[in-house]
């Protein structure tokens, strides 16, 4: 196997001990980087020219992507913030002057379930989490396994942020419900609330946000409720409200808007209004989807009282 391939097995960046102990040769990498097809990234590094700056960036500064940095990498659902975030070893030592120019694109694990065609996160300064073991326990070596990457984010994220990390990590199964369990259980206790809201169903990070909101408001959430005939609520709001959310770049055909407005009709049949709002208007203006909610909650109330 070339270089190149066992380079693109790996996420594009490597440690050269990591390929000469698949299979490559120390004399094949130095001409794949005599061919300028490979570069040293620092001693005992390779990367392709498909490496990308946030990558490059962790590695240089004596890292793994870890974090939200990491869960992105996996398609999992990883908050805002645009930092790089990075794992250090107790051992390690940040290195002075680490951006790297890399690609634009950001390259996801070779194992990720979704590809969310996530970007490099360089628009802020580097997040650092000095809580990463030293040692064998990463498959790659630019980044941490996700058991570690949720529970970095769970200590790193504010409540919203975290729970929507671990519910779109379990429900893209790269976190099993045995391993959350592990990290649930060593928590201390100031991170009960979190653990008490975590539920692997939501589909989506921007579902799991407002279902906090709305629970931390002391609302009865149900979430992904099936419309009898027509698929699933997002969210059922005290019993007697659906609550849709679009995420951006979904709900955008003639054939999901069809959809969504056969879905509405269905579910007044079943008695149930349904509201619905985009990502900016939940997380922009949340007050208005909160006012225009708790009116629908007020006048569903009256007429059934
Ligand atoms: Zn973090």
Not at 111 to 135: E, Y
Not at 138 to 144: A, F, R
Not at 276 to 292: K, P, S, T
Request: hydrophobic letters at 40%; a neutral charge; one cysteine or more.
């Amino acid at each position: 196997m070339s270089i190149l391939e066992l380079l693109r097995q790996h996420g594009e960046i490597a440690r050269t001990s990591t390929l000469i102990q698949k299979g490559g040769t120390k004399r094949d990498i130095a001409a794949t980087v005599a061919q300028g097809s490979v570069v040293r990234v620092m001693k005992g590094w390779v990367a392709s020219r498909q490496a990308d700056a946030e990558q490059l960036t962790a590695v240089r500064s004596g890292g793994r992507l870890g974090c939200i940095s990491a869960l992105a990498r996996w398609g999992v659902w990883a908050a805002d913030d645009r930092s790089p975030h990075i794992a250090m070893s107790q051992h390690g030592r940040r290195l002075s002057d680490v951006r790297m120019a890399g690609s634009t694109e950001a390259v996801m694990h070779p194992r990720a379930p979704v590809d969310t065609g996530t970007r490099p996160r360089l628009d802020r300064p580097c997040c650092f989490h000095w809580s990463q073991p030293a040692g064998t326990e990463n498959d790659l070596d630019w980044i941490v396994r996700p058991f570690d990457a949720v529970k970095q984010a769970v200590y790193c994220q504010n409540l919203e942020h975290a729970v929507a990390c671990v519910d779109s990590a379990l429900h893209h199964g790269v976190l099993t419900a045995e391993e959350w369990a592990t990290i649930a259980t060593a928590l201390p206790t100031t991170f009960d609330e979190c653990v008490s809201l975590i539920d692997g169903r939501a589909d989506s990070g921007l579902e799991s946000r407002i279902r906090v909101r709305l629970q931390k408001l002391g609302h009865r959430v149900d979430v992904q409720v099936p419309v009898p005939g027509f698929g699933k609520l997002d969210l059922l709001v005290d019993d007697r409200v659906g609550l849709e959310l679009d995420g951006d770049r979904f709900h955008s055909t003639a054939d999901q808007r069809r959809r969504d407005l056969a879905k509405g009709l269905i579910s007044l049949r079943f008695g149930i209004p349904i509201i619905r709002a985009g990502y900016v208007h939940a997380i922009d203006d949340w007050d208005l989807v909160y006012e225009a909610l708790r009116r629908m909650l007020d006048l569903t109330a009256l007429r059934v009282a």
